[in-house]
């Protein structure tokens, strides 16, 4: 049963900084994507940023140069760490594959971003 486990949001003020972890289970990373995927009150989840097996990143436009993807293989872990942080990125960050298995999402880890 594959699992994704997130952690490390909180709030945080403009500009600030955060850095968000995905423990994964039943799903190895280092020969998988991984996306992190987040949701805004009132809007669709969508994915903001992906790693492939190769570790080449993704990003969409509204976070590059703000945001790093990166895995830690050893830990079977990956990690999303947030500069730069607007009111615009408050919103519930998932982690998942890509394209996302339906059953396996978990319970995401909140970011609040004031300005």
């Known amino acids: 049963q594959v699992q994704f486990v997130e952690s490390g949001g909180g709030w945080v003020q403009a500009g600030g900084s955060l850095r968000l972890a995905c423990v994964a289970s039943?799903?190895?990373?280092?020969?998988?994507?991984i996306g992190w995927y987040r949701q805004a009150p009132g809007k669709e989840r969508e994915l903001i940023t992906s790693?492939?097996?190769?570790?080449?990143?993704g990003y969409v436009d509204s976070v590059l140069g703000r945001f790093t993807i990166s895995r830690d293989n050893t830990k079977n872990t990956a990690y999303l760490q947030m500069d730069s942080l607007k009111p615009e990125d408050t919103a519930k960050y998932y982690c998942n594959d890509v394209p996302s298995r339906p059953n396996s999402w978990g319970q995401g880890t909140q970011v609040t971003v004031s300005s």
């Open positions: 790693l492939n097996p190769r570790g080449s990143p």
């Open positions: 039943g799903f190895t990373l280092s020969t998988n994507s």
